[in-house]
């Protein structure tokens, strides 16, 4: 015990894929932790680890000093070999108790100590439960109860890991401060707390607020617990958002008064009509038999039908996440109610926040879903870069449809040629909204699917978009039918491309930089597709089939290094990484000095020593926020150091 560690090892949205070290042991993120009531115990924490493969519980260690029998061996042989848990065991302190039955009868330094005497991994302060009905003053007033309460319990934790809980009630502004606090703080994990209200009452829109208020000031760098959630309908939108770590009581509490989980929400085993669940617990069961089971034995049953559908979802929303395609999952599970549809629509109004944790492209293609897949940050992003970073090539447009399939410089090859022989631009109305030929081939414009029959939405919007394209780029438009006839050569469309998604990808200045005259391209004699952007003699850049999108190669990042001032797409290390990272090797976050606060996790980076020199090329792992604040993992994903070429 004594340290712990947090370092993440795949990324979608705010969510991530975590190794949480606790002393000598592990948890993999996102994870469950059921709830143990140490005095019921409904399925016992030796069968959740060893059956279930839960590695981390919580219990309440209130309860057990409350209860003479529990509190005497708890401190005798620890809370470990007390509940036969070999796994990481957190322990909640009281609040909870206070928020349902009032006051509590322990002061916060004696329930951090009893956390400590039982040997609990992780404790948590005696924090005061924000209720959603609060007054603003009220929640100000007693988050510094809270927040004095967390620095007094950092001070007497000793080797116990703490927990420094986020209260703020509905307040984004209280949240988000709460949690710059909590961040500035020795805590070892931030759990959002006072949100079962909410959870509830299927106030899922204003629980959207509370999370990403509270992410925005939350230090990266350690786990983020969304305190007593624990339903499988929320996993996915949660983990999303960015929380690491979950909680559930539910599924024993729920139990015992037969009410059973499922993805589109509880249902009342006497209210169900049939039991079409394929999960072990419930296999070859009737729902004739089940109601006849004797209460004890249902109850188990059914505590471990409600765990299944837990960690069949979690395991779910980890493949998502590993995919890349956890925004998708979100979508389609917030179907399932109509209140978790407002939280889905209410993060629209956190895209720019997420825009920023967005990776630049991913393996697979975006699907989409319905009007709410445009709240996802990959429009925002589009949107934007073709405002500050696309610069057509004539100043008259040709619109075409888009009807044919993708990407379109394929149907349309003849189309395109005739439109440029004649002076036009090419461009595409797409469902993303305005497409220039030059850059149809690059993520998520090729990497997409759409339903051919269009909603409104999308029809509206995307139209809206193209017109004001149009408008503020070129002189005139025409549509693709009435283009003339025009003699003469091909214009070279593979220039205007590699240009044009260089622009995109780097901005105008890098841009420029990379494409000194002489430009020469090597295309791919399969498939035609540009390969190698090749400068003045340099070899600059090198396209990915897959994306469209470019890698940076070394002579590239000298260019821009020169061109352009830091810390633009640098990240800057320690001398003493230097030599590792030379010989290409990653770079590692605890090394970083300093990095350009624009970059995207997997944006190409440029890695340099402290006076500025490029060493590396590479794709970035982490932000500029997580950079600074991780102890542990890769920050860059090195290509080729300069020791290479
Ligand atoms: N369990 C559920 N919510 C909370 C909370 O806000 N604080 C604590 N300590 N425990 C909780
Ligand atoms: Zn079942």
């Known amino acids: 015990m004594g340290t712990s560690m947090f370092e993440i090892l795949r990324r979608d949205g705010l969510a991530r894929i975590g190794r949480f070290t606790v002393g000598d042991k592990v948890v993999e993120t996102p994870a469950l932790l059921p709830v143990v009531n140490p005095k019921i115990c409904t399925v016992p924490p030796r069968e959740l680890h060893d059956r279930f493969g839960f590695n981390a519980l919580i219990t309440n260690s209130y309860i057990i000093r409350n209860t003479p029998a529990l509190k005497e061996k708890a401190q005798a042989v620890g809370l470990h070999e007390m509940l036969d848990f070999p796994g990481v065991i957190m322990t909640d302190s009281g609040t909870f108790q206070s928020h349902m039955y009032g006051e509590v009868e322990v002061t916060n330094e004696e329930i951090v100590e009893f956390q400590k005497s039982i040997g609990t991994d992780i404790g948590t302060v005696l924090d005061v439960f924000t209720e959603p009905d609060w007054s603003y003053e009220k929640t100000k007033y007693s988050l510094e109860t809270t927040l004095e309460r ?212 991913r393996d697979g293609a975006v699907f989409y879903t319905g009007p709410e897949t445009r709240a996802r940050p990959v429009y925002l992003r589009y949107a934007e870069r073709l405002k500050t970073r696309y610069i057509p090539e004539t100043k008259k447009a040709a619109v075409f449809p888009d009807t044919s399939g993708k990407p379109y410089s394929r149907p349309y090859a003849e189309e395109f040629a005739k439109a440029r022989r004649a002076g036009y631009t090419p461009v595409v109305a797409s469902p993303w909204g305005p497409v220039p030929a030059e850059l149809d081939e690059m993520y998520p414009l090729a990497q997409s699917l759409f339903p051919d029959m ?101 002579e590239g990042a000298k260019r821009i290094v020169a061109a352009v001032p830091a810390p633009f797409m640098r990240v800057s290390v320690m001398a003493d990484a230097v030599p590792f990272v030379s010989e290409g090797r990653n770079a590692f976050s605890q090394f970083v000095l300093s990095c350009d606060p624009e970059i995207r996790p997997m944006e190409e980076v440029i890695v340099t020593d402290p006076e500025d020199r490029p060493i590396a090329t590479g794709r970035a792992f982490l932000t500029e926020f997580e950079m600074k604040s991780m102890k542990k993992g890769m920050a860059v994903k090195v290509r080729s150091g300069s020791d290479d070429e």
């Open 454 to 554: 269009p909603d409104r939405e999308t029809v509206e919007e995307s139209e809206a978009l193209t017109q004001e394209f149009l408008l503020n780029v070129f002189d005139e438009s025409i549509e693709c039918s009435e283009i003339p006839e025009c003699e003469g050569d091909d214009v070279d469309a593979d220039k205007i491309r590699a240009k044009a998604v260089a622009r995109f990808q780097f901005g105008i200045e890098a841009a420029e930089a990379l494409f000194r005259e002489p430009v020469e391209l090597v295309t791919s004699k399969k498939t035609g597709k540009i390969r190698n952007v090749i400068s003045d003699g340099e070899h600059v850049l090198s396209m990915r089939a897959g994306d469209g999108l470019y890698t940076l190669r070394m």
């Open 150 to 361: 967390t620095a007094k319990a950092c001070e007497i934790k000793g080797d116990m890991m703490i927990n420094g809980v986020v209260q703020g009630s509905v307040y984004p502004d209280l949240r988000e401060y709460s949690a710059s606090r909590m961040a500035d703080m020795d805590v070892d994990v931030h759990p959002v707390g006072g949100v079962v209200p909410l959870m509830e009452q299927y106030r899922y829109a204003e629980l959207v607020d509370v999370v990403m208020a509270s992410k925005k000031g939350l230090n990266p760098s350690r786990p983020v617990h969304l305190f007593g959630a624990g339903h499988p309908m929320i996993l996915a939108l949660s983990v999303l958002m960015g929380c690491d770590l979950f909680d559930s009581a539910s599924y024993a509490k729920f139990a015992r008064d037969d009410r059973m989980m499922f993805l589109d929400g509880t249902f009342r085993l006497q209210d169900m009509q049939t039991l079409d669940c394929s999960c072990p617990a419930c296999q070859g069961m009737t729902l004739q038999g089940l109601r006849k089971m004797d209460k004890n034995k249902r109850t188990k049953l059914i505590a471990e039908h409600n765990l299944y559908q837990i960690t069949q979802e979690l395991a779910l929303v980890k493949r998502y996440l590993r995919e890349g395609r956890l925004w998708e999952l979100a979508e389609i599970r917030s179907r399932a109610h109509p209140a978790l549809l407002d939280g889905l629509r209410r993060l629209k109004q956190w895209q720019d926040l997420m825009e920023r944790y967005d990776p630049i492209s």
